[in-house]
């Protein structure tokens, strides 16, 4: 049974560009959700797809998108990006009906 | 006031101590209860996971969760320098969809 993968692991990227992140899920998970932490700070939900549907959404602006794949992978996009989006970028998966969630490894981004 | 307050310490203890971390909440609404152990530059793993108030033990860990105070707390007995990590809690609502709201974290260092 393979976890939750990542990628890239590490990202450095200018202010006011675009940036794609990447997550497959835990076999058999069907509920994906991206998190995003800060230097110091737990995990801020920023939104979470069930069946190729966003299903639940946190306190984080319109230009932080996503999608689900028929496979269940996700992709987190964020656009204009700017210096507060400086931090470690995680992905959660959990089964049907699950309460635990499996997190990757995340995904660390720079904006300089 | 936030949702979920947990100390960030730092903590450090040494080898062989009995270790406890705790997290009040504010939001009664919070049914599932979790413990994450998160490593440097690694993602949250998830160490224990309760259900309502009581206790669950595994191994040398122990969770507590008491709904009337709004209180949880995880144990670790006989911890180790392999245990020095920081210890997330996190909370969810009832029902199988829905995000996690997490504390800061606490940082614990296990002193051989």
């Known amino acids: 049974e393979t976890g939750v993968t990542q990628s890239p692991t590490h990202l450095i990227k200018t202010r006011g560009q675009q940036v794609t992140l990447r997550c497959s899920s835990q076999s058999g998970h069907n509920t994906v959700s991206w998190y995003q932490q800060a230097l110091g700070q737990g995990p801020q939900f920023i939104f979470q797809?069930?069946?190729?549907?966003?299903?639940g959404r946190g306190n984080f602006p319109p230009r932080f998108s996503g999608l689900q794949f028929p496979n269940y992978s996700s992709e987190l996009n964020v656009n204009a990006l700017e210096l507060d989006d400086s931090a470690l970028y995680l992905c959660?998966?959990?089964?049907?009906?699950?309460?635990?969630?499996?997190f990757g490894s995340g995904t660390r981004l720079t904006v300089v | 006031q936030k949702e979920v307050e947990q100390d960030p310490g730092p903590l450090s203890v040494p080898e062989g101590a009995i270790v406890s971390l705790n997290c009040t909440y504010s939001?009664?609404?919070?049914?599932?209860f979790m413990w994450y152990r998160q490593y440097s530059r690694k993602g949250p793993e998830l160490l224990m996971y309760?259900?309502?108030?009581g206790n669950k033990e595994d191994g040398r860990f122990t969770a507590q969760v008491d709904k009337s105070s709004k209180y949880i707390s995880l144990f670790i007995r006989d911890s180790q320098p392999s245990d020095s990590a920081t210890y997330l809690c996190a909370m969810k609502r009832g029902g199988s969809q829905g995000n996690l709201i997490f504390g800061k974290g606490t940082k614990l260092s296990v002193k051989p």
């Open positions: 939001n009664s609404a919070f049914q599932y």
């Open positions: 797809y069930y069946r190729e549907e966003e299903n």
């Open positions: 309760t259900y309502s108030s």
């Open positions: 959660a998966s959990s089964q049907p009906g699950g309460h635990g969630y499996t």
